[in-house]
């Protein structure tokens, strides 16, 4: 029974495309995230929403808007793909976003604009 | 500088020995220190966790931080094959589970 899923994994599309990843968690987290993973492997952090509100926003394009239609929902649609935006990106969860929580990844999802 | 550096391999060793593996950091305020294990196609999942400085053993691995040299260490006993994976350490200052900062990553290969 997967913790944090996301869909698709694996993603293929062209420059100026919009795309979304949908994200779904099932451990009743109130916070959830997304990050991106570059090819050298930095996980930096997008977005977090607490109980469906935006409580960071780190300096993302706004070609890229995070969407929770409830809490246990957090979906990353992306405008105007460019090729910068190949990577991997996790959704990810915790308790709440205090200190000390551990956070939960979802498998990833690989993007790669042709 | 980074806030956290982590030595990108990779690393390869051969099974049973006892593999290091190793991350600095800059932020003095740091107090909670992480680990995370990703295998290839797959997210990171936590491996270990410690608050401030000191040890932690959890079965094969153990944790150290070391607080007054910022620097923070995990030890795999007895690696095995399916050790392989890229080990990243994280870490935060406790204000916010969304400020936790992630190490690049070291690639570790351990040989049957």
């Known amino acids: 029974d997967t913790a944090v899923s996301q869909t698709p994994k694996y993603l293929v599309t062209q420059m100026g495309n919009d795309k979304s990843i949908k994200c779904e968690q099932n451990?009743?987290?109130?916070?959830m995230y997304w990050y991106k993973q570059d090819s050298k492997k930095f996980l930096k952090i997008m977005f977090s929403?607490?109980?469906?509100?935006?409580?960071i926003n780190e300096t993302v394009p706004n070609r890229f808007s995070p969407k929770s239609p409830d809490k246990a929902h957090l979906n990353l649609h992306i405008n105007s793909l460019e090729l910068g935006d190949s990577a991997v990106y996790f959704c990810?969860?915790?308790?709440?976003?205090?200190?000390?929580?551990?956070?939960?990844f979802g498998e990833g999802s690989w993007l790669t604009v042709v | 500088q980074k806030e956290v550096e982590q030595d990108p391999g990779p690393l390869s060793v051969p099974e049973g020995a006892i593999v290091s593996l190793n991350c600095t950091y800059s932020?003095?305020?740091?107090?909670?220190f992480m680990w995370y294990r990703q295998y290839s196609r797959k997210g990171p999942e936590l491996l270990m966790y410690?608050?401030?400085?000191g040890n932690k053993e959890d079965g094969r691995f153990t944790a150290q931080v070391d607080k007054s040299s910022k620097y923070i260490s995990l030890f795999i006993r007895d690696s095995q094959p399916s050790d392989s994976a890229t080990y990243l350490c994280?870490?935060?200052?406790?204000?916010?589970?969304?400020?936790?900062?992630f190490g690049s990553g070291t690639r570790l290969s351990i040989r049957p």
């Open positions: 990810a969860s915790s308790q709440d976003s205090g200190s000390g929580n551990t956070i939960y």
């Open positions: 451990l009743g987290h109130d916070t």
């Open positions: 929403y607490n109980n469906k509100e935006l409580i």
């Open positions: 932020n003095s305020a740091f107090q909670y």
């Open positions: 410690t608050y401030s400085s």
């Open positions: 994280a870490m935060s200052d406790g204000s916010s589970a969304s400020k936790i900062i």
